[in-house]
């Protein structure tokens, strides 16, 4: 079946660590993208990427890098730079422009910080 | 600015009820796309809906209606007949296109969590 896979489910960090979160996706989708998920906020953009080797910052870059070395993975990594890095993770694709078509999304990861 | 707003935070309500969640978005643009997303306590976002700002149509699918009004800039939706499995964080959401800015970017309202008691 075709779909978004994060891993790990659950991730623990202790301050000061960097972690990366895997996201693969098998859609054959051009664009992926990080959402950033707390508690009763709407999702907001942390990166996105539209086509391999490239990628752009979202409205909360700030303390994340990723990469896009393939079409059918990018992965986020949580820097010791991101102050409050705990939250829900979200990971999607779309097969074109985020605005026009739908996301298909994946189960997330949860992050926290010890 | 673009902004989506949805003004009930949490609803509960009895199993077989009607419901509507309520959408409320802010825009300069006369092109646009509003969403709506499903989020079960699985956590992955399931898309349930999108509007051309073009297209003022009602639409219905199943038990699920939608109800765009572009005079209150308004996009509500209403599960008839609720279900215990209809129990989640509901997502209404905001595009532009073409994109004002320099990347693609869909505005998410805060969610309003749907209980349906049995």
């Known amino acids: 079946d075709g779909g978004i896979t994060q891993s790990p489910k659950y991730l623990f960090r202790k301050e000061g660590q960097n972690v990366t979160l895997s996201c693969e996706q098998n859609?054959?989708?051009?664009?992926m993208y990080w959402y950033r998920q707390d508690p009763g906020q709407g999702l907001r953009l942390i990166y996105y990427?539209?086509?391999?080797?490239?990628?752009q910052k979202g409205d909360i870059a700030e303390g994340y890098s990723v990469s896009r070395e393939k079409k059918e993975s990018f992965p986020l990594t949580v820097t010791s730079a991101q102050k409050n890095p705990t939250a829900f993770y979200l990971c999607?694709?779309?097969?074109?422009?985020?605005?026009?078509?739908?996301?298909?999304f994946g189960p997330g990861t949860r992050l926290t910080v010890l | 600015a673009q902004k989506v707003t949805q003004a009930q935070t949490e609803i509960s309500v009895v199993e077989k009820e009607d419901v509507t969640l309520d959408c409320v978005y802010e825009?300069?643009?006369?092109?646009?796309?509003l969403f709506w997303y499903k989020q079960p306590p699985s956590g992955e976002l399931v898309f349930l809906i999108r509007r051309n700002s073009f297209d003022e149509q009602n639409e219905i699918s199943g038990r699920y209606s939608w109800n765009f009004q572009k005079s209150t800039s308004s996009f509500n939706f209403t599960i008839t007949a609720s279900q215990v499995v209809d129990s989640a964080v509901y997502f209404c959401a905001l595009s532009a296109y073409p994109m004002k800015t320099s990347y693609d970017k869909v505005i998410f309202g805060p969610g309003t969590s749907l209980s349906v008691i049995p």
């Open positions: 825009t300069r643009d006369t092109t646009y796309y």
């Open positions: 859609l054959n989708h051009d664009a």
């Open positions: 990427s539209q086509i391999v080797n490239d990628f």
């Open positions: 999607a694709s779309s097969s074109g422009l985020a605005g026009v078509n739908e996301q298909f």
